[in-house]
């Protein structure tokens, strides 16, 4: 059954950093979100992507945040300065058919 | 406006035997859907189960059954059989006509041997 990859698992970054979080979703999925946990804490929506725009975000993703997709098979989360507040599990997913909405293993983001 | 509703942040059950963890939701969307997903200590989201708003059967997938009751807004996951596997987080979430899923806040599942 086709996944949403996510790369890295794990990444450690110090304060002030940029960091991009890639993600592979389905193919032929048209449809593309990221998701935070931080630590203990519940599931919040970031962003969706749709036709390569955003249509819609949540107040959490402020400027610091960008999301991309820059070929036909990844879709980036970049985050500019990191501050240690966006230590957190990123989740991206992506929705279409025939699989429905499918979520990535996730990237556990460390900010040092 | 979606809302998702645990109401129990930790369950205990012994091995072998069967658990419900309850979710209630509210929504105004003619059409949704609600998924249960475990999510172990080590992070991973996995999906467990879907429930369509008009589908006619309760969803099973193996010892997982979601105790759909659409009047009372409740969808209700129960394991049967618990296993020490079964130790995790487990997120009762929303998806709307919209664009969001909607979390709840989760309940921690501790199996015991």
């Known amino acids: 059954e086709p996944e949403v990859t996510q790369t890295p698992s794990h990444q450690v970054t110090q304060m002030g950093q940029e960091v991009i979080l890639r993600c592979v979703p389905i193919?032929?999925?048209?449809?593309f979100y990221w998701y935070r946990q931080i630590l203990g804490q519940k599931v919040e929506f970031l962003v969706s992507?749709?036709?390569?725009?955003?249509?819609?975000k949540s107040e959490i993703f402020d400027d610091q945040f960008s999301v991309e997709r820059p070929d036909g098979s990844n879709f980036t989360l970049k985050i500019r300065s990191t501050k240690l507040e966006d230590s957190a599990m990123y989740f991206c997913?992506?929705?279409?058919?025939?699989?429905?909405?499918?979520f990535g293993s996730g990237t556990r983001l460390t900010v040092v | 406006a979606q809302k998702i509703t645990q109401t129990q942040p930790g369950m205990f059950v012994q091995e072998k035997e069967a658990v419900t963890l309850d979710c209630t939701y509210d929504?105004?969307?003619?059409?949704?859907?609600l998924f249960w997903y475990k999510q172990p200590s080590s992070g991973e989201m996995i999906f467990l189960i879907y429930?369509?708003?008009?589908?006619?059967q309760n969803a099973t997938e193996g010892r997982y059954s979601l105790n759909f009751q659409k009047a009372r807004k409740s969808a209700n996951l129960v394991i049967s059989a618990s296993q020490l596997g079964d130790s995790a987080m487990y997120f009762c979430?929303?998806?709307?006509?919209?664009?969001?899923?909607?979390f709840g806040t989760g309940t921690s599942l501790t199996v015991i041997p």
């Open positions: 997913a992506s929705k279409g058919a025939p699989y429905g909405y499918t």
């Open positions: 193919s032929n999925h048209l449809y």
């Open positions: 992507f749709y036709n390569n725009e955003i249509s819609e």
């Open positions: 929504t105004s969307d003619p059409s949704y859907g």
């Open positions: 429930q369509g708003s008009y589908d006619q």
């Open positions: 979430v929303l998806a709307g006509t919209g664009n969001q899923f909607y």
